[in-house]
C-alpha cells in the first residue's frame, strides 16, 4: 500500500518538476528570440502575430474580465457594509476595496478569467497542430515552433494581462462606489477622496508586476502543454484541462511569493 503512495508522489512530483523546467526552458528560449531580434540581426519579430494574438487574447476578453470584475466590486461593498456601519466606518468601504482590488483582486480576477477564456484555446490549438504533425511540417521547413506560435502568444498573455488588470481594476473600485453611494449613504466626495488618499504608487506597480508574472505563467503553461500532447483527441482534451488547472495553482502560488517578498521589502 505505501508502495503506491510513494509511487504517486514521486510522479507528481517528477511531473512539478517536468512542468517547471519546461515552462522555464520555453520561456528562456523567446527571451533569446527577442534578444536576436534586436541586437540588429535579421531576425525578426512577426509583429503582426503578436497583434493577432493580442486581439485574440484581450481585446475579446474584455467583456467579461469587466463582467466579474464589476461583480466582484459590488461584492465586496455588500459583504463589508454591515460590520463597517455597525462601527460607523462605512465610508471606509473606499479603502479596503482600493487595497484589496489593485493588490490582489485585480490581478487574480483578470488572470483566473484569461485561462478560462484563452489558456485552454491556446493548448488546444497547438495540441491540435501537434496531432495533425504541423510541428513537424515547420520544422522540416527549418521553422521553430517556439518563433512562429509560442512567441506570439506569450507575448499576447503577458501584455493583455497587464491592460485587462487596469481595466478590471477600474471596473471593480467603480462598481463598488456606484453601490456605496447609492445604498450605503457614503457620498461620492467622500469614496472618491478616501480611494486616492489609500493609494499608493506601491499598490499599482505590485498589482501589474503580478499581472505580468501570471501572463507570462499563463502563456508558457499553454503553450508547453499544447506541444507535448499526444493520444490524439483524448491528449488535446487532457492538454487543455492540465493547463486551466496548472495556471490557476501557479497563479495563486505565486501570488502568495509575491506577498511575502513585498512584505519584506515593505512594499505594503
Given at each position: 500500500m505505501w508502495t503506491r503512495g510513494?509511487?504517486?508522489?514521486?510522479?507528481?512530483?517528477?511531473?512539478?518538476?517536468?512542468?517547471?523546467?519546461?515552462?522555464?526552458?520555453?520561456t528562456g528560449t523567446v527571451g533569446r528570440w527577442y534578444w536576436k531580434s534586436g541586437t540588429g540581426g535579421e531576425l525578426r519579430v512577426g509583429w503582426?502575430?503578436?497583434?493577432?494574438q493580442m486581439v485574440r487574447v484581450g481585446v475579446r476578453s474584455i467583456g467579461?474580465?469587466?463582467?466579474?470584475?464589476?461583480?466582484?466590486g459590488l461584492i465586496l461593498a455588500?459583504?463589508?457594509y454591515p460590520p463597517l456601519s455597525e462601527l460607523g466606518q462605512q465610508n471606509k468601504i473606499a479603502n479596503i476595496v482600493a487595497v484589496a482590488i489593485f493588490r490582489e483582486m485585480g490581478p487574480i480576477i483578470s488572470a483566473v478569467v484569461l485561462t478560462g477564456f484563452a489558456g485552454a484555446s491556446i493548448a488546444a490549438e497547438i495540441?491540435?497542430?501537434v496531432v495533425?504533425?504541423?510541428?513537424?511540417?515547420?520544422?522540416?521547413h527549418a521553422l521553430d515552433p517556439v518563433r512562429f506560435l509560442v512567441l506570439p502568444r506569450l507575448t499576447a498573455t503577458a501584455v493583455s494581462l497587464v491592460l485587462l488588470t487596469i481595466l478590471a481594476d477600474v471596473a471593480a473600485v467603480v462598481c463598488s462606489g456606484l453601490v456605496s453611494v447609492m445604498f450605503f449613504d457614503v457620498s461620492a466626495h467622500v469614496y472618491i477622496d478616501n480611494t486616492l488618499a489609500q493609494l499608493q504608487l506601491a499598490d499599482f506597480l505590485t498589482g501589474l508586476i503580478k499581472a505580468a508574472t501570471f501572463g507570462l505563467m499563463l502563456g508558457a503553461i499553454a503553450c508547453?502543454?499544447?506541444?507535448?500532447?499526444?493520444?490524439?483527441?483524448?491528449g488535446v482534451g487532457k492538454a487543455t484541462t492540465d493547463t486551466v488547472v496548472q495556471t490557476i495553482v501557479a497563479v495563486i502560488v505565486s501570488d502568495l511569493v509575491y506577498d511575502a517578498i513585498f512584505l519584506e521589502l515593505g512594499w505594503t
Open positions: 510513494v509511487g504517486r508522489i514521486g510522479r507528481s512530483s517528477l511531473g512539478l518538476f517536468t512542468l517547471l523546467g519546461g515552462t522555464t526552458r520555453l503582426p502575430a503578436v497583434v493577432a467579461i474580465v469587466l463582467l466579474v470584475s464589476a461583480c466582484i455588500i459583504a463589508m495540441g491540435t497542430m495533425g504533425e504541423e510541428i513537424e511540417a515547420l520544422e522540416a508547453f502543454n499544447g506541444l507535448r500532447v499526444s493520444g490524439g483527441a483524448a
